[in-house]
């Protein structure tokens, strides 16, 4: 079983930053491809950002390309997303997934360990 822990939401306004990070117990985390996905009210979960074991793959939707970097640090078992020039339109529970086959899927369904979620709210 892996645990995945997320912390860093909050509250900023329109153009500002946020970092999140998602812990990870387990010896397997260097194997596993991690993704973060977000869901706003009303709103299915929906992919943000996707990174495989090593970190040499990176996948983004459309709609954060260029603002927000995936990135992962196997030795401390954290996988973390910096937001850059947040809309109000990010605001939404952001979570962390982890896939134990180490793939990387823009639909929710086919990953294993999921995290409780963190809020993010941007203002305008």
């Known amino acids: 079983q892996v645990q995945l822990v997320e912390s860093g939401g909050g509250s900023v306004q329109a153009g500002g930053s946020l970092r999140l990070s998602c812990v990870a117990s387990g010896r397997t985390f260097s194997r596993y491809g991690m993704g973060w996905f977000r869901q706003a009210p009303g709103k299915e979960r929906e992919f943000v950002a996707g990174i495989n074991y090593s970190s040499y793959y990176t996948f983004y939707a459309n709609s954060v390309k260029g603002r927000f970097t995936i990135s992962r640090d196997n030795a401390v078992n954290t996988v973390y997303l910096h937001m850059n020039s947040l809309k109000p339109e990010d605001t939404a529970v952001y979570y962390c997934?982890?896939?134990?086959?180490?793939?990387?899927?823009?639909?929710?369904?086919?990953?294993?360990?999921w995290g409780q979620g963190t809020q993010v709210t941007v203002s305008s």
């Open positions: 997934a982890a896939d134990s086959t180490g793939s990387i899927q823009r639909t929710s369904v086919t990953w294993d360990y």
